[in-house]
């Protein structure tokens, strides 16, 4: 009887060592991951492009055009790494700001490849957004894992009757203004 119990302890050692390792193996998964984290390559972005310009003819003989001209687009992020935070290593938060700047919408005249007698419709139009991104959102949830922010700058809108009246044509809506 001794024997048969002396052999079953040497398989409840065997399955306490096995927990054991177990548990270790998981915390240096864990910290591994976090070291991972912190040691990651980033990707720093300052993108600057000049965005479309986009032309449509009120018919297809007409030399009166609407035309958007999206101005520039801008986009950089920065990293920021939460020094108040109780986990180490600290979690890093990615800032990305997309700006699109100088925006106009106009009527004109296209003729010999040039824009004759130019009417703002809306004047330069700036839009500002902030996207927050949590790197460490499966460790560190007290930052939401995505935070939006967005601004549109005031803007200057024009009304002039002749330019209302185009507008209908151009976006094929069946109203008259």
Same mark, same amino acid.
């Given at each position: 009887? @001794?024997?048969?119990?002396?052999?079953?302890?040497?398989?409840?050692?065997? /399955?306490?060592?096995?927990? !054991?390792?177990?548990?270790?193996?998981?915390?240096?998964?864990?910290?591994?991951? /976090? +070291?991972?984290?912190?040691?990651?390559?980033?990707?720093?972005? =300052?993108?600057?492009? /000049?965005?479309?310009?986009?032309?449509?003819?009120?018919?297809?003989?007409? +030399?009166?055009?609407?035309?958007?001209?999206?101005?520039?687009?801008?986009?950089?992020?920065?990293?920021?790494?939460?020094? +108040?935070?109780?986990?180490?290593?600290?979690?890093?938060? =990615?800032?990305?700001?997309? /700006?699109?700047?100088?925006?106009?919408? @106009?009527?004109?005249?296209?003729?010999? =490849?040039? @824009?004759?007698?130019?009417?703002?419709?809306?004047?330069?139009?700036?839009?500002?957004?902030?996207? !927050?991104?949590?790197?460490?959102?499966?460790? @560190?949830? +007290?930052?939401?894992?995505?935070?939006?922010?967005?601004?549109?700058?005031?803007?200057?809108?024009?009304?002039?009757?002749?330019?209302?009246?185009?507008?209908?044509?151009?976006?094929?809506?069946?109203?008259?203004?």
């Amino acid at each position: 009887l @001794y024997s048969i119990l002396a052999f079953i302890d040497n398989f409840q050692a065997a /399955k306490q060592a096995l927990a !054991e390792a177990t548990v270790q193996a998981a915390g240096m998964a864990a910290t591994g991951v /976090k +070291e991972l984290a912190q040691r990651s390559s980033r990707m720093a972005l =300052d993108i600057n492009i /000049k965005a479309p310009v986009v032309v449509i003819p009120q018919s297809p003989v007409s +030399e009166n055009v609407f035309v958007a001209d999206f101005g520039l687009i801008t986009m950089t992020n920065t990293f920021h790494m939460i020094t +108040e935070s109780q986990s180490s290593p600290p979690p890093v938060i =990615d800032l990305i700001t997309i /700006k699109l700047s100088e925006m106009r919408l @106009y009527r004109s005249r296209f003729i010999n =490849d040039a @824009y004759q007698e130019v009417l703002d419709l809306l004047l330069p139009l700036n839009l500002e957004v902030v996207v !927050e991104r949590n790197l460490c959102w499966e460790w @560190y949830q +007290e930052v939401p894992c995505f935070n939006v922010n967005a601004q549109l700058k005031p803007m200057e809108v024009e009304s002039i009757q002749n330019v209302l009246v185009m507008l209908p044509t151009i976006c094929k809506c069946p109203a008259a203004f």
